[in-house]
Antibody, heavy 115, light 111 residues
Framework: EVQLVESGGGLAQPGESLRLSCAASGFSFSSYEMNWVRQAPGKGLEWVSYISRSGGTKYYADSVKGRFTISRDNAKNSLYLQMNSLRAEDTAVYYC????????WGQGTLVTVSS | QSVLTQPPSASGTPGQRVTISCSGSSSNIGSNYVYWYQQLPGTAPKLLIYRNNQRPSGVPDRFSGSKSGTSASLAISGLRSEDEADYYCAAWDDSLSGPGVFGGGTKLTVL
């Protein structure tokens, strides 16, 4: 069974940093592209970042470019999102999601940016 | 504003057929696959349709997808109360240097 479990969310002040992690199991992690998608409270989905199987190709939404960094460790079956210079508008549930055409989602981790 | 345009709401009565549209452009829907997701209240999204019109195993055949040019549609037949949810379309966009894009979402109400 495919499982994606996010962690690392919480409360941060504007300008601070957080690192999200996603532990993958039930499939060959290194064989799949991975993504981070977020959803602000009461809002729609926003595709935040994508990483290729090897980690050599990365894409970012304009809203996070230069502040967020996606990475992966295929040996640890883990996906990461380093979030720097956080803003209030980054407040959202962050989902780890599998594949270029997303087929599986984690349950999400809530990030709240507030002073 | 979302790159892909969906109606904010749709409704139907049990047993009816409803469709939800998703409008894009030549750089996204026009040249890439469309995906549809269902999000029940308080839960993570779930894949309903992939590659325009394919259903994952476990998704009832009441759900179907289609694509024509730069638009796509999700059809739900035999509407049931448990279909009340938010529905999102998604596609990659060749004109952007970012990841894929979602529609703004459609809230389906079963009357």
């Amino acid at each position: 069974e495919v499982q994606l479990v996010e962690s690392g969310g919480g409360l941060a002040q504007p300008g601070e940093s957080l690192r999200l992690s996603c532990a993958a199991s039930g499939f060959s992690f290194s064989s799949y592209e991975m993504n981070w998608v977020r959803q602000a409270p009461g809002k729609g989905l926003e595709w935040v970042s994508y990483i290729s199987r090897s980690g050599g190709t990365k894409y970012y939404a304009d809203s996070v470019k230069g502040r967020f960094t996606i990475s992966r460790d295929n040996a640890k079956n883990s996906l990461y999102l380093q979030m720097n210079s956080l803003r209030a508008e980054d407040t959202a549930v962050y989902y780890c999601a599998r594949d270029g055409g997303i087929d599986y989602w984690g349950q999400g981790t809530l990030v709240t940016v507030s002073s | 504003q979302s790159v892909l345009t969906q109606p904010p709401s749709a409704s139907g009565t049990p047993g009816q057929r409803v469709t939800i549209s998703c409008s894009g452009s030549s750089s996204n829907i026009g040249s890439n696959y469309v995906y549809w997701y269902q999000q029940l209240p308080g839960t993570a999204p779930k894949l309903l349709i992939y590659r325009n019109n394919q259903r994952p195993s476990g998704v009832p055949d009441r759900f179907s997808g289609s694509k024509s040019g730069t638009s796509a549609s999700l059809a739900i037949s035999g509407l049931r109360s448990e279909d009340e949810a938010d529905y999102y379309c998604a596609a990659w966009d060749d004109s952007l240097s970012g990841p894929g894009v979602f529609g703004g979402g459609t809230k389906l109400t079963v009357l």
